[in-house]
């Protein structure tokens, strides 16, 4: 069942939403070289205690930690710890959320680490990052569900990989519902399967998770040893972006956007709703 939510309770999960970009500008911020991926958990923990809101991740399924830190050929669910020292051209995928009043966030960026880095990596990053805003252009009043699957796995596919090749587009992983709980039905694939049909029809109150995550290389992945750290099975590098959605009645608001993701959908000629905050 999808939950639909209120007007009031889209709000809610503005707040919620709110508090993850803070998280996202503090420990961008953070990532530098010599910096532990331990480092930009407690500078997450930080932001969430000064905003008097709840970690979604920490405890989650036994998770260890506020973030996940997922460096280079870690695709999600990097465990912070301070072993791993971030290094000058590295490139490092933060997801993270937190919880208002019962109600959640969740979003993700890919960072670059220091300078120096290869343009494949600065174009997987952009690639990734555009497809996720493709999706949420594609989450309209009316659409279905597979809607914003085929906007991703488009934008991605019809983009030229530098070296030549395809971009693996991740096959076990993809985004979700979310409102009272983190992850909700339904599940969100970032490319098209008949298996799963056209999925249910967008409306108003309908809240998604949008994340792609896409790799130099493979779409395969496999867990390690720790129970969550997912890498390529190929060692290629991989990019990860995410942001929470409203469907309103006046189209999506990018929940953990800064400007509610005015700007960046007035550039694909959608208009995003209006801030229930202001």
Not at 52 to 71: D, E, H, M, Q, R
Not at 78 to 99: E, F, N, Q, R
Not at 133 to 152: Q, T
Request: proline share 6%; net charge negative.
């Amino acid at each position: 069942m999808v939950q639909i939510k209120t007007p009031e309770q889209i709000a809610k999960m503005r707040e919620a939403g709110l508090v993850v970009a803070a998280i996202h500008a503090a420990t961008r911020e953070a990532a530098v070289p010599g910096a532990t991926t331990k480092d930009l958990d407690e500078v997450a923990r930080k932001v969430i205690a000064d905003h008097g809101a709840k970690s979604n991740f920490l405890g989650y399924g036994g998770f260890p930690a506020t973030i996940c830190t997922s460096v280079n050929e870690v695709v999600v669910h990097g465990i912070p710890d301070d072993k791993t020292v971030l290094k000058d051209g590295d490139i490092i995928s933060i997801d993270c959320g937190a919880i208002v009043d019962g109600w959640h966030g969740d979003a993700a960026y890919t960072a670059f680490v220091g300078t120096g880095h290869a343009p494949e990596l600065i174009e997987l990053s952009r690639v990734t990052e555009e497809s996720m805003w493709a999706g949420i252009a594609a989450m309209k009043n009316g659409n279905r569900l597979v809607d914003i699957s085929r906007a991703i796995e488009t934008y991605i596919r019809r983009q030229p990989k530098p070296g030549g090749g395809k971009y693996g587009i991740v096959e076990d992983y993809g985004g979700h519902g979310i409102g009272t709980e983190m992850h909700m039905d339904p599940h969100l694939l970032n490319y098209v399967s008949r298996k799963r049909g056209k999925g249910p029809k967008l409306v108003p109150g309908f809240c998604l998770a949008i994340e792609p995550m896409v790799s130099l290389g493979t779409p395969q992945t496999e867990v390690l040893a720790d129970d969550w750290t997912v890498i390529t099975t190929d060692g290629t590098w991989s990019s990860h972006w995410e942001h929470s959605v409203a469907l309103t009645e006046a189209g999506p608001l990018v929940l953990t956007s800064p400007d509610g993701g005015k700007a960046k959908l007035a550039e694909l000629g959608v208009t995003a709703a209006p801030d229930p905050l202001g």
